[in-house]
């Protein structure tokens, strides 16, 4: 009799690609042979995965080729009350996804046990009552026939009576009054198992009371334990009228709008560039988010997490909700932008990656961020509620993390862009969708994550007006959305508007050189359409103290000014240079010092120096029992411009972007949880290697390529990963040599897959296997020719 690892081997290579890619996981690692394969795919935790994949429908026909004894496709059908090419297209997938077998189609090994109650039924009365002994079998069809079994009694001879009896229960279940039949009706549609006390107990017609002894005395209920009662199969679907499921459509529910709809109808270009806005507008908020906390970064809890007064900072800095602020941090975090820079008494702070980040443009910067809310299983509206011990949920905490939120973002997301241009689904619909297409999937938890979903989205400006933009789309489909971006993005502009009343206006979003620049001598006023940033002394003093000199403020203002500098700028810039300096700060704990003695006479003469405990130590030197930083708060709060000093009297000159978080052996830079996937080529050598380990199981040696002779190749490694690279792009084999642990060098013959992470991953000809290779131990490569 074939087996299902005979049916897998059976396959096609197309087909077992089909299953590889439906259900990637079995990859990992890539099994040795096809039995393997079989043996893996069949394990409780892969089959439930693949049951989580299935719709409703799908599911449905898997059920019921468990429930009905020897189903065809026209016995699906019927059951099902679908059309036939829909239970085909079912029974298709089901097959593809290595779940059905076979030309039956039988559900495959470990199916039953991941489905113990199949659409909402219990075991069949001969599986159910198997576990009575035989004397309560013969009490329970004395009671059901009216006359004691003639003969020896036997258990299998009893069954099959009992099964015969109850294949019609109408008259016993009419007999058991009509408590008893409202009991039965909690259990017809599922689950079929109830708790009872003593529900063992021997009972027969003549002496039952109670409506559940009534049913356990005629057979209707199966006593499975003393606690747990069964309904028959065959009593359930009478009870049910025939019919498998109550409510199971073939097709899922239509995504209608909302009742009002939510928004008027939109055009599509008002959808993406509504969508385009709310892009550029997050990636400058995240900009301006970590430029501050490069500068002032918060702290690491003890738990982990933020501080609820920094994620309230934060709001109040970019002027959004708290809900959206921690949307912004979380997507930072996830893209690697963000990190806590040590184990114990950290701070959050930018990475090393934020600068190269900052080096691409919006759309490119855009595409990070969105790729990295779309993987990470943190959820940032839980931010600020309480979990199970009612303990405070913070920012940045392992607190965040929910397993299925990335699935759930993308299963979101695809819905939305099922629907009709011009339509937006109310949530209702979207969960009514959903419910159909991952039935095993539901709860509290994806009905929350659903809403969370869509306004995060459209803050992050993946949808417009409701409508997924297409440049979504394409990031959902795997393609590169910058393009389809950045058609609808302002060009970046390198010319502002400086007004005589020390404002400048921003046309648009500026060059991001000229963007830091201006953030550093100039603070923010108002945002929109343009930004207006004002000149202040503060904000000039902030360049200055940045090593910034009037000169260069000026000049840089100059050349990027639409018209020429109005005399009120350039007098605050000399103005607040000149007095920039002029007194010197250092640590004794600290000190002041200026050229001037008539200076510091001016100091200790002000009434609102008392507090900064200054005294003389020589005509133009003061001492401070503050510390420095202290000092130069209390001073500049005086109105006066000092500048901190090194032990050596050099200037200390603080630059905005000094502050980057090397994160700690323990930390992660980027907490994501990717669904599984291969790509093409993977699954194409895992299918080589399977094919090579069933042939090696067969006849002992694997059919494997003998590497040429002579010493292994080497090359130099710059050129060594160029031609591994070469080779992933364009197929075929190539001659390298290897390392392992101990140091010892060999041959091997390589289709390169992937290059990536310090590693090569592609078929091993000569060991016919996929293998991972660490790029560091391959000591060169060389070109085969086609021989």
């Known amino acids: 009799m074939e087996t299902y690892a005979d049916w897998l081997r059976a396959r096609g290579d197309d087909e077992l690609r089909a299953l590889l890619s439906a259900r990637p996981e079995l990859l990992a690692p890539v099994p040795a042979d096809l039995t393997a394969l079989a043996a893996r795919a069949t394990t409780p935790a892969a089959i439930t995965r693949g049951l989580d994949r299935l719709d409703r429908f799908t599911l449905a026909v898997l059920e019921s080729v468990l429930v009905l004894p020897g189903p065809s496709p026209d016995a699906l059908a019927a059951a099902l009350d679908a059309p036939r090419a829909r239970v085909d297209d079912a029974l298709a997938v089901l097959r593809r996804h290595g779940l059905a077998w076979g030309d039956g189609p039988n559900a495959a090994p470990g199916v039953r046990q991941g489905l113990p109650h199949p659409a909402g039924l219990g075991p069949p009365v001969r599986e159910v009552f198997a576990g009575y002994p035989t004397e309560r079998l013969t009490a329970l069809v004395t009671d059901l026939d009216g006359t004691a079994p003639r003969g020896f009694p036997d258990a299998d001879r009893l069954l099959a009576r009992l099964a015969e009896r109850l294949a019609a229960p109408g008259p016993l279940i009419d007999d058991a009054g009509p408590e008893a039949r409202a009991a039965l009706d909690q259990l017809t549609w599922g689950p079929p198992v109830g708790r009872v006390a003593d529900a063992r107990r021997p009972v027969r017609v003549d002496t039952a009371t109670t409506p559940i002894e009534r049913l356990l005395a005629r057979g209707l209920l199966a006593a499975e ?183 759930t973002r993308r299963a979101v997301l695809r819905v939305l862009g099922e629907a009709d241009r011009g339509v937006v689904p109310g949530q209702d619909a979207l969960r ?278 002579g010493e292994p190749p080497r090359s130099p490694a710059l050129a060594t990963v160029e031609r591994l690279r070469a080779a992933v792009e364009r197929g075929g084999r190539v001659w390298i040599g290897y390392l392992d642990q101990q140091g010892q060098a060999s041959s091997r013959i390589v289709e390169p897959v992937r290059v990536e992470g310090g590693f090569l991953t592609g078929y091993d000809a000569t060991r016919a296997a996929v293998h991972r290779f660490a790029l560091h131990r391959i000591t060169g490569v060389s070109e085969l020719d086609a021989t």
């Open 225 to 407: 334990d003393d606690r747990t009662v069964t309904l028959p199969r065959e009593v359930a679907l009478h009870l049910r009228g025939g019919r498998l499921f109550r409510d199971v459509t073939a097709e899922p529910p239509p995504l209608v709008p909302a009742d009002p709809p939510a928004t008027a109808p939109r055009s599509d270009d008002t959808v993406v560039r509504a969508a385009a806005g709310e892009a550029a507008a997050a990636v400058r908020l995240v900009e301006e988010l970590l430029e501050n906390w490069g500068l002032e970064p918060p702290a690491v809890l003890r738990s982990g997490g933020l501080a609820v007064r920094d994620l309230r900072a934060a709001a109040a800095l970019l002027d959004v909700p708290e809900w959206h602020a921690a949307l912004l941090i979380e997507a930072a975090h996830a893209t690697g932008l963000l990190t806590r820079s040590g184990d114990l008494d950290g701070e959050w702070l930018p990475t090393p990656a934020y600068d190269l980040w900052l080096m691409r443009d919006t759309a490119g910067r855009w595409t990070e961020i969105a790729r990295g809310w779309l993987r990470s299983d943190r959820v940032a509206g839980l931010a600020g509620e309480r979990d199970d011990r009612d303990r405070l949920i913070n920012a940045l905490s392992e607190a965040m993390v929910r397993g299925p939120a990335p699935a």
């Open 432 to 709: 009514a969708r959903l419910a159909w297409l991952q039935p095993r999937r539901g709860g509290t938890l994806r009905d929350r994550l659903l809403g969370w979903t869509l306004r995060e989205a459209a803050a992050l400006g993946l949808t417009g007006f409701g409508e997924l933009a297409p440049f979504a789309r394409a990031l959902l489909a795997g393609d590169d959305p910058e393009p389809e971006l950045d058609k609808h993005l302002p060009e970046p502009v390198d010319e502002i508007l400086i007004q005589a009343d020390l404002t400048a206006i921003a046309p648009g979003p500026l060059v991001t050189e000229l963007a830091r620049e201006l953030a550093l001598t100039a603070d923010v006023e108002s945002t929109g359409g343009a930004t207006v940033y004002r000149f202040t002394p503060g904000s000039i003093r902030r360049a200055l103290d940045a090593g910034r000199t009037a000169a260069e403020l000026t000049d840089l203002l100059d050349r990027h000014s639409a018209t020429p500098l109005p005399q009120p700028l350039t007098y605050l810039i000399d103005d607040v240079a000149r007095r920039h300096g002029q007194l010197r700060v250092g640590s004794l704990t600290s000190y002041v010092r200026a050229d001037s003695p008539a200076m510091l006479d001016e100091i200790l003469a002000d009434r609102r120096a008392d507090p900064l405990r200054l005294h003389r130590l020589a005509p133009t030197v003061l001492a401070s029992g503050l510390h420095r930083a202290e000092l130069l708060d209390g001073l500049r709060a005086m109105g006066l411009a000092p500048v901190a000093e090194s032990p050596g009297g050099g200037v200390i000159v603080t630059r905005p972007d000094a502050q980057r978080a090397d994160p700690p052996p323990s930390a992660e830079i980027v907490r994501v949880r990717q669904d599984p996937h291969a790509d093409d080529s993977m699954i194409a050598a895992a299918v080589r290697a399977l094919r090579a380990g069933d042939e090696a199981s067969r006849h002992g040696a694997a059919r494997t390529a003998d590497a040429p002779g």
